[in-house]
């Protein structure tokens, strides 16, 4: 019991920061009134008349009227999707409102495994972010068509929660549930004998299937990509991620039928699932997306509800975090009204961590634990040759099921088109937009490398690669030539993983990625940066393309339970088959 | 993991049972809408459009058109003071539609420790109620001012919370948080460790006391009496648990704030503390409250949520109860509407337990564990003699303070009254209503004796006398002469507990409390005939009197935790000093 904290609620002691003549937005009434609080440590000591608490040693900081919330909470956010080490993630979404996260670092584990994730918990304990952990459940996503370092079974997942941060299991995958995957039922045990929370991962699945993936206990989901699926999820008792992200934008969609049917909202939480480096320095946010939320017509209370005490509740730790109440965290927002939503000033753990949108906490950079270095295995250097897809040479065109993908979609649908073919190898066609996509494998296990095609990049020429490839982090690369394809990925591998744009044998952009082949070391501002003069070098390469941020999509492209394809370097994938597929569908002589 | 739960759910199997043709109250979105609920063994399989889980062999009710709701959840109730053993006590609140109560048997706990409750909760497992046991955390309550016969230190209240059942620790006393009492503190802190919930009694608590008792993470209190405690408590980001029993019916109040400012009510449960058999019968349970909060304006789904989800959320078990959502247990109310609601049949744990008001389950007798029989300890049978209050010789009137009681209503007020001295024996004033009180130590302890004086219940002749005195559990009597009360007092301990009225020697009324002198073997409906029958003949020794429940009133006396006054078998105690007093204030020679 934090003794000194008492003391301080009741006036015995003064409190060591106080927050006066705010706006408390009461997320727990549901209320906004006039008020301060009272901070001891890191904790709250008290909120409403606060006058008793001020002392001759406390700080005092003037809110100006300006409205009081609580720190934000993102209830499902992936912090590698960022390429930020820790500390610089911290700091870009710290700046941004944001005090707490839920994530699995799940990216870190299919590389580094649960030491790798404890190593970076580690890092992160250097901030004063507030991390929950909630543990990989699908290390493999798809065990039998992907190839990752590390696999999670449910003796890891288990060790994993002994964790003191542990609050779940994350990304159950509604298809595993429906297939009865032994091993995730287990550890779906597990973390329910534990009473923490199972978090699902149930994009695409509806009716019967999304019945039984909460009959299973699966008590959350940030997939609901439309109106209906939103709607069903919270009839099923099932509470509502809404997923406002770089990758995927459902949040207007899934707000609809809230609005439409004035459904209850308490269950219901904004998260981000993704969130791309440049969007963090540019629009923000959680708090970007109550801006929407707000545009959208929702009420201020109940869009601040929705990142504060909805998900902290969601994860039965509301009584740490979510709301301005005594014995909280003392993480504190001062930000400007509903009418233009600003974060002006931060409070993060008590401290005052930005002022008047000035920053006072710079993070020192982490010294990496080895276990996060020097993680790119890959069997030997990769040739031109290796990405060829052979036919019968007397084969002269082929018709082929391409990927096709659009910007803020994580899902790819399938598109036909005939390719040539000389000498035996298909090619690419340009016009149409099919290029040439595959997976390189590189945490040194098999050397495998799966071939398809793709559209809706647009490149023109040259290629594009990086050593992030949901889920499994092998090396994805896109290509209008086998050339600068090869020299794409064996670049990565000698500067240990990155992203890279090459166009006729040069390389355009690179940028390294010394953590585990996925995290940059540079600051947000600066890594955006960098990922914006590679995007225009893309952007060069390539025609009219919905795909904004490149390297994301591409990223994604792996994603085996994603529907309907994928390539990893086990092949071309038909995620709702389960299965390698042939792209290769006809062919004329 | 339920493998065939989830085969219903996907349609694989069929369902045990289906309940068709309801309109769902589906306290998860706030909506109402047409459907039905599929329910395989103790769990709801699916909710919705059924149609598909229903097999030859299904068990099929039909709601005609009625409405569904999960079963009712009491956060914070003591079957104890029904007066019921648990069986009985089960069977009265589940046809009222209840089906799981938090509860910590602290009455049992004072009588026959923590083995008690375990053999207690033994009982109940024959029944369908669902039980989750939040561990008592102040046994005794207040050890410096009274005698219980066990002890509940933080060993114990740890092993408690290891039962499978645990969900917190219960009745965290305000005023123990705020002396910084180094047990409760303890307690405290393994159960947050646990993860576990933190339940308050914060009655007269307001001000910077409540900040500091939210501050120690105390999660919700049940104490709240009037408008402006509810408002605090709300604004304090503590669940409040909106009382309403046969004790103290505080909703009316609690409600004003919610309706006056439109808070939001996700943070509102209805609970009872305390309900009468009488009450039970003739009333109802939280079907009664329903129908309270709908007269008070309160919109019927928001009504059903403080009695389902709110509760269940509170305690961090909404995946287990409190929603029909599939995996969820099959607790299931079929209901008149809001305009003349009432429970018309109950589905318990997947079986249909009344069907049209007629109870199908009927629960056998239990044979009580030997730890709760036999129980009642006086060192002798008590005289006359021990119950006069001496002064002075030469004392012709003192002044005293009486405590004045009224029905409805925890707390004691005092009242001063001049009162004569026969032989330097003080005497009690029937006309001023100031009559004896005292309990007498039943454990085998010490034998104590603690005496002071009573106003409120307008006692002509006689006395009355139970083995129910909070929380110590002491023999409490009341009367207007001493011959009387030893004779009800001695009675009592040959029954081994019980309540007894006595009249000139004589004995009006007994009934036999034979489990740990706290619970009659006989079923609701004839214990409280029995009952009404003892207060008919309370009455008839009466004047007008508001106490209509004598000995519930009689029992509260006792509760030195809850202000002004109490009478323990240490005497007179000033609940806010903590401190025995000499009711005796002044006199005249």
Redo the contacts between chains.
């Keep these: ?3 000194h ?2 003391d301080v ?3 015995k002691c003064y409190a060591d920061l106080v927050v006066i003549n705010g706006q408390i937005v ?6 906004i009134y006039s008020g301060g609080i009272a901070v001891s440590g890191e ?6 008349n606060i006058d ?1 608490c001020i002392g001759p040693d406390t700080e005092i900081i003037d809110a100006q009227n300006n409205y009081l919330t609580p720190g934000f909470v993102d209830g499902h956010i992936h912090p590698e999707s960022s390429n930020l080490s820790i500390r610089n993630f911290a700091s870009a979404i710290q700046s941004h409102g944001t005090s707490t996260i839920m994530t699995d670092f799940h990216e870190i584990g299919v590389v580094s495994g649960l030491e790798g994730i404890k190593a970076i918990l580690k890092e992160a304990e250097e901030t004063s972010l507030n991390i929950y952990f909630i543990v990989p459940s699908h290390i493999p996503c798809a065990p039998s068509l992907e190839t990752s370092a590390f696999h999670f079974n449910p003796e890891t997942i288990s060790q994993g929660l002994e964790d003191s941060q542990a609050a779940g299991i994350s990304e159950i995958s509604g298809f595993s ?2 297939s ?1 995957d032994g091993e995730l ?2 550890a ?2 597990i973390c ?1 004998d534990k ?1 923490l929370s ?1 978090q699902g991962h149930l994009a695409g699945i509806s009716g ?2 999304l ?2 993936c ?4 699966v ?1 959350a989901d940030h997939e609901a990509v439309s109106e209906s699926e939103a709607l069903e999820r ?5 509470h509502l991620m809404m997923r406002e992200g770089s990758v995927a934008g459902n949040l207007r969609d899934c707000l609809k039928p809230i609005k439409k ?4 909202t ?2 219901t939480s904004i998260v981000t699932d993704d969130l791309h480096v440049c969007d963090a320095v540019s629009k923000g946010h959680l708090d970007s997306s109550i801006r929407i939320a707000l545009a959208e017509g929702i009420d201020f209370v109940t869009a601040i ?1 929705m990142v504060t005490i909805n998900p902290s ?1 969601m994860f ?1 730790v509301e ?1 740490q975090i979510g ?6 965290r003392a993480d504190i927002n001062i930000t400007s009204g509903p009418e233009d939503f600003r974060i002006l000033s931060v409070i993060s753990a008590g401290k005052l961590w930005m002022e008047n949108n000035r920053i006072l906490t710079h993070y020192s950079p982490a010294a990496h634990d080895s276990i996060l270095l020097n993680t790119m295995h890959m069997k030997r250097p990769v040739t031109p040759e290796d990405f060829h897809i052979h036919v019968s040479e007397d084969i002269k065109r082929v018709q082929v099921i391409a990927m096709k993908t659009e910007s803020c979609a994580l899902i790819t649908s399938p598109v036909k088109a005939w390719l040539n073919v000389k000498n035996g190898i298909v090619q690419c066609d340009i016009q149409q937009d099919i290029l040439y996509i595959a997976q390189v494998e590189r945490h040194g296990k098999n050397g495998q490398i799966g071939k398809a095609f793709m559209s809706g990049f647009q490149l023109k020429s040259g290629a594009i690669a990086c050593s992030i490839g949901h889920d499994n982090h092998n090396v994805i690369v896109l290509g209008t030539n086998f050339e600068d394809m090869s020299l794409a990925v064996n670049r990565l591998n000698e500067i240990q993983g990155g992203q890279i744009v090459v166009n006729e044998g040069k390389i355009l952009s690179e940028i390294s990625y010394p953590v585990c082949g996925l995290l940059s070391d540079l600051p947000a501002e600066e890594l955006a940066a960098e990922k914006e003069k590679a995007n225009l070098a893309i952007q060069n390469m390539s025609g009219e393309t919905t795909i904004t941020v490149p390297f994301m999509v591409l990223s994604f492209v792996c994603l085996s339970v994603i529907p309907e394809y994928a390539v990893t370097d086990h092949g071309f994938i038909d995620v709702l088959q389960e299965k390698v597929i042939d792209p290769i569908i006809a062919f004329e002589k």
Tied chains: 1, 2.
């Excluded at 009461?26 to 209320?31: A, K, L, R």
């Excluded at 919270?234 to 099932?238: A, E, H, N, Q």
């Excluded at 049917?261 to 209850?264: A, E, M």
């Excluded at 709301?323 to 909280?328: E, K, Q, S």
Aim: charged share 15%; with cysteine.
């Design positions: 019991m934090n003794q904290l008492l609620s009741c006036g009461n997320v727990f009434t549901g209320e904790y709250i000591a008290a909120v409403g008793y549930i429906i009865r039922l287990q779906m045990d329910a009473k199972l019967t299937n019945t039984t909460i009959a299973s206990g008590a919270l009839r099923s008792g099932c049917n004035h459904l209850d308490s269950n509800q509740r039965h009584h709301i301005l109440a005594p014995g909280r």
